[in-house]
């Protein structure tokens, strides 16, 4: 029992580990034309699942993402989508191979998540919390 209350509290220590759980660590950013100012979680996953594929004024959602493998995309399926990556991508797999979808466009990193969504219209993607957001549009998700 006490070898637990050690482990938990060396756990506890660890650098980022004091970080508040509730604060999400991946921020969605849309390009600064998109008109809405707060999305879902529900909302957020009908997008990424191409369920929703218009914005409400009309203009088509162009979906970016992050390489499967990447630190922020993991950690964007699990706490903002709450899926996981394999489930999503069977999703787009279904979609491409049945011909009624395509999958996102998929970006290497987050200097050219930031520089798709700034200049594309309509676009949406997520980087990992940093300052640099400019040129982008950050929409905060509400549960």
Known sequence: MNRLFLVLFMLLC???ASADPLTPQVQ???HP???VDALSQAQLRSIYLMRQVVWPDGVAIRVFTLAPRSAANLQFCRDQLQLFPYQL???WQKLT???T???PTELQDQQAMLQAIAATPGAIGYIGKQ???QGVKVIPIKP
């Open 97 to 99: 191979y049945s011909g």
């Open 28 to 30: 969605v950013i849309a």
């Open 33 to 35: 034309s998109v008109q």
């Open 101 to 103: 979808g395509t999958p």
């Open 89 to 91: 991508e069977r999703v």
């Open 131 to 133: 300052d640099e957001t």
């Open 14 to 16: 660890l650098p980022g």
